[in-house]
Protein backbone atom coordinates (compact mmCIF):
# COMPACT_ATOMS: atom_id res chain seq x y z
CA UNK A 1 0.00 0.00 0.00
CA UNK A 2 3.06 2.58 0.40
CA UNK A 3 3.86 2.13 -3.13
CA UNK A 4 0.42 2.71 -4.68
CA UNK A 5 0.73 4.81 -7.56
CA UNK A 6 -2.35 5.21 -8.99
CA UNK A 7 -6.50 2.99 -9.33
CA UNK A 8 -5.52 -0.03 -10.11
CA UNK A 9 -2.28 -0.51 -7.38
CA UNK A 10 -4.65 1.08 -5.10
CA UNK A 11 -7.90 -1.35 -6.02
CA UNK A 12 -5.35 -4.59 -5.74
CA UNK A 13 -4.10 -3.13 -2.48
CA UNK A 14 -7.44 -2.54 -0.82
CA UNK A 15 -8.62 -5.79 -1.89
CA UNK A 16 -5.16 -7.44 -0.38
CA UNK A 17 -5.66 -5.98 2.52
CA UNK A 18 -9.08 -6.60 3.45
CA UNK A 19 -8.91 -10.25 2.15
CA UNK A 20 -5.50 -11.34 3.61
CA UNK A 21 -5.70 -9.11 6.64
CA UNK A 22 -9.01 -8.93 8.74
CA UNK A 23 -11.07 -11.38 6.49
CA UNK A 24 -8.10 -13.77 7.02
CA UNK A 25 -6.83 -12.98 10.09
CA UNK A 26 -10.66 -13.54 11.36
CA UNK A 27 -11.46 -16.07 9.58
CA UNK A 28 -8.82 -18.21 11.04
CA UNK A 29 -9.22 -17.20 14.75
CA UNK A 30 -13.08 -17.91 14.35
CA UNK A 31 -12.31 -21.25 12.91
CA UNK A 32 -9.71 -21.90 15.41
CA UNK A 33 -11.99 -20.81 18.54
CA UNK A 34 -15.31 -23.11 17.15
CA UNK A 35 -12.58 -26.34 16.79
CA UNK A 36 -11.00 -25.81 20.61
CA UNK A 37 -14.26 -24.94 22.33
CA UNK A 38 -18.07 -26.55 22.26
CA UNK A 39 -19.50 -25.75 26.05
CA UNK A 40 -17.56 -22.52 26.49
CA UNK A 41 -17.41 -21.70 23.35
CA UNK A 42 -19.51 -18.44 23.93
CA UNK A 43 -17.09 -17.82 26.60
CA UNK A 44 -14.21 -17.95 24.13
CA UNK A 45 -15.72 -15.70 21.10
CA UNK A 46 -16.46 -13.10 23.68
CA UNK A 47 -12.77 -12.12 25.11
CA UNK A 48 -11.65 -12.69 20.95
CA UNK A 49 -13.97 -9.80 20.28
CA UNK A 50 -12.69 -7.81 23.15
CA UNK A 51 -9.39 -7.90 21.92
CA UNK A 52 -10.55 -6.93 18.39
CA UNK A 53 -12.86 -4.25 20.01
CA UNK A 54 -9.89 -3.19 21.76
CA UNK A 55 -7.88 -2.88 18.88
CA UNK A 56 -10.78 -0.51 17.14
CA UNK A 57 -10.46 1.60 19.95
CA UNK A 58 -6.68 1.98 19.91
CA UNK A 59 -4.95 1.48 16.80
CA UNK A 60 -6.46 4.27 14.88
CA UNK A 61 -4.90 6.36 17.19
CA UNK A 62 -1.55 4.72 16.92
CA UNK A 63 -2.25 4.93 12.85
CA UNK A 64 -3.35 8.61 13.00
CA UNK A 65 -0.08 9.48 14.65
CA UNK A 66 2.10 7.53 12.02
CA UNK A 67 0.52 9.40 9.51
CA UNK A 68 0.97 12.55 11.09
CA UNK A 69 4.60 11.84 11.71
CA UNK A 70 5.92 10.01 9.02
CA UNK A 71 3.08 10.46 6.64
CA UNK A 72 0.53 7.83 4.92
CA UNK A 73 3.18 5.57 2.95
CA UNK A 74 5.65 5.21 5.44
CA UNK A 75 2.35 4.47 7.92
CA UNK A 76 1.78 1.07 5.71
CA UNK A 77 5.05 0.35 5.86
CA UNK A 78 5.45 0.72 9.73
CA UNK A 79 1.94 -1.31 10.35
CA UNK A 80 3.37 -3.96 7.98
CA UNK A 81 6.82 -4.07 9.94
CA UNK A 82 4.20 -4.54 12.92
CA UNK A 83 1.78 -7.31 11.95
CA UNK A 84 5.64 -9.39 10.43
CA UNK A 85 7.23 -9.28 14.11
CA UNK A 86 4.09 -9.70 15.95
CA UNK A 87 1.47 -11.70 14.60
CA UNK A 88 2.94 -13.78 12.05
CA UNK A 89 5.47 -15.01 14.70
CA UNK A 90 3.10 -15.68 17.76
CA UNK A 91 0.44 -17.54 14.86
CA UNK A 92 2.80 -19.50 13.90
CA UNK A 93 4.40 -20.73 17.23
CA UNK A 94 0.48 -20.98 18.99
CA UNK A 95 -2.05 -22.24 16.23
CA UNK A 96 -2.57 -25.34 16.56
CA UNK A 97 -5.12 -27.36 14.12
CA UNK A 98 -7.85 -29.69 16.09
CA UNK A 99 -7.68 -30.91 19.65
CA UNK A 100 -8.08 -34.39 18.59
CA UNK A 101 -4.69 -34.29 16.82
CA UNK A 102 -3.21 -33.92 19.65
CA UNK A 103 -5.26 -36.26 21.61
CA UNK A 104 -7.23 -33.94 23.32
CA UNK A 105 -10.46 -32.72 23.67
CA UNK A 106 -12.29 -29.64 23.28
CA UNK A 107 -12.99 -27.22 26.34
CA UNK A 108 -10.19 -28.78 28.19
CA UNK A 109 -10.86 -30.55 31.30
CA UNK A 110 -14.80 -30.19 32.01
CA UNK A 111 -16.45 -30.81 34.97
CA UNK A 112 -18.13 -34.23 35.39
CA UNK A 113 -21.90 -32.07 34.60
CA UNK A 114 -20.21 -30.90 31.27
CA UNK A 115 -18.23 -33.77 30.24
CA UNK A 116 -20.95 -34.56 28.00
CA UNK A 117 -20.66 -32.24 24.85
CA UNK A 118 -23.73 -31.70 22.77
CA UNK A 119 -23.29 -33.40 19.21
CA UNK A 120 -22.48 -31.08 16.19
CA UNK A 121 -23.22 -31.77 13.04
CA UNK A 122 -20.22 -31.94 10.53
CA UNK A 123 -20.02 -31.65 6.69
CA UNK A 124 -16.51 -31.56 4.23
CA UNK A 125 -16.95 -28.80 1.95
CA UNK A 126 -18.74 -29.77 -1.12
CA UNK A 127 -21.28 -31.29 1.13
CA UNK A 128 -21.83 -27.70 3.24
CA UNK A 129 -21.83 -26.11 -0.44
CA UNK A 130 -24.66 -28.12 -1.37
CA UNK A 131 -26.69 -26.83 1.70
CA UNK A 132 -28.98 -23.37 1.97
CA UNK A 133 -27.60 -22.34 5.64
CA UNK A 134 -24.10 -21.68 4.12
CA UNK A 135 -24.95 -20.05 1.15
CA UNK A 136 -26.87 -17.88 3.74
CA UNK A 137 -24.41 -17.45 6.23
CA UNK A 138 -21.77 -16.38 3.53
CA UNK A 139 -24.26 -13.93 2.13
CA UNK A 140 -24.93 -12.62 5.73
CA UNK A 141 -20.92 -12.16 6.27
CA UNK A 142 -20.08 -10.61 2.56
CA UNK A 143 -22.72 -7.93 3.26
CA UNK A 144 -21.79 -7.27 7.32
CA UNK A 145 -18.04 -7.22 6.06
CA UNK A 146 -18.76 -5.08 2.72
CA UNK A 147 -20.92 -2.11 5.27
CA UNK A 148 -18.07 -2.18 7.93
CA UNK A 149 -15.20 -1.75 5.33
CA UNK A 150 -16.80 1.06 3.41
CA UNK A 151 -17.54 2.43 6.51
CA UNK A 152 -14.50 2.52 7.81
CA UNK A 153 -12.61 3.21 4.94
CA UNK A 154 -15.06 6.33 4.46
CA UNK A 155 -14.90 6.82 8.02
CA UNK A 156 -13.01 10.21 7.63
CA UNK A 157 -14.76 11.38 4.82
CA UNK A 158 -18.10 10.91 6.38
CA UNK A 159 -16.74 12.94 9.59
CA UNK A 160 -15.25 16.12 7.40
CA UNK A 161 -18.85 16.56 5.91
CA UNK A 162 -20.16 16.59 9.37
CA UNK A 163 -17.36 19.13 10.00
CA UNK A 164 -15.48 16.87 12.68
CA UNK A 165 -11.91 17.47 12.45
CA UNK A 166 -9.65 14.51 11.50
CA UNK A 167 -8.34 14.05 15.44
CA UNK A 168 -11.38 14.20 16.61
CA UNK A 169 -12.21 11.75 14.19
CA UNK A 170 -10.13 9.59 15.13
CA UNK A 171 -11.30 9.78 18.76
CA UNK A 172 -14.96 7.89 17.91
CA UNK A 173 -13.21 4.70 17.57
CA UNK A 174 -12.15 5.22 21.56
CA UNK A 175 -15.99 4.82 22.97
CA UNK A 176 -17.02 2.70 19.71
CA UNK A 177 -14.65 -0.31 20.50
CA UNK A 178 -15.53 0.16 23.96
CA UNK A 179 -19.31 -0.29 23.27
CA UNK A 180 -18.30 -3.42 20.92
CA UNK A 181 -16.08 -4.89 23.84
CA UNK A 182 -18.80 -4.78 26.38
CA UNK A 183 -21.44 -5.87 23.89
CA UNK A 184 -19.62 -8.65 22.34
CA UNK A 185 -18.59 -9.81 26.16
CA UNK A 186 -22.72 -10.22 26.81
CA UNK A 187 -23.66 -11.52 23.53
CA UNK A 188 -20.73 -14.48 24.21
CA UNK A 189 -22.04 -15.24 27.57
CA UNK A 190 -25.32 -14.98 26.30
CA UNK A 191 -24.41 -17.53 23.42
CA UNK A 192 -23.20 -20.49 25.82
CA UNK A 193 -27.03 -20.18 27.02
CA UNK A 194 -29.23 -19.22 24.19
CA UNK A 195 -30.14 -20.93 21.15
CA UNK A 196 -27.46 -19.17 18.27
CA UNK A 197 -30.18 -18.92 15.60
CA UNK A 198 -32.14 -15.64 18.50
CA UNK A 199 -29.00 -13.88 18.15
CA UNK A 200 -27.90 -11.56 15.46
CA UNK A 201 -24.11 -11.67 14.27
CA UNK A 202 -23.28 -8.58 15.84
CA UNK A 203 -24.13 -9.72 19.13
CA UNK A 204 -26.68 -6.78 20.37
CA UNK A 205 -29.66 -9.06 19.63
CA UNK A 206 -28.49 -11.63 21.89
CA UNK A 207 -29.76 -8.54 24.67
CA UNK A 208 -32.00 -6.62 22.55
CA UNK A 209 -34.14 -9.68 21.12
CA UNK A 210 -35.34 -10.84 25.08
CA UNK A 211 -36.03 -7.17 25.67
CA UNK A 212 -38.46 -6.94 23.12
CA UNK A 213 -39.62 -10.62 23.25
CA UNK A 214 -40.94 -9.77 26.88
CA UNK A 215 -42.19 -6.35 26.11
CA UNK A 216 -44.03 -7.33 23.02
Same mark, same amino acid.
Given at each position: ????? %? ?5 ? %? ?25 ? #? ?13 ? %? ?26 ? +? ?12 ? #? ?41 ? %? ?44 ? +? ?13 ? +? ?11 ? #???
Amino acid at each position: MGLVQ %GVITLGL %GFIAIRGLGQGALGLISVNAINLWFVQ #RRGLALSLSGIGFAL %GIGTFPLLIEGLITQYGWRWAYGLLGVL +VAVTILPVGAVVFR #RQPEDYGLQPDGRLPTSLVERPTEANAPLPAARRTLTFWLFSV %GNIAVAALGTGLLFHHYAIMAASEVERPVAALVFVPYGLVTAGANL +VSGLLLDRISPRFCS +VPGWGCWVWPYCW #RHG
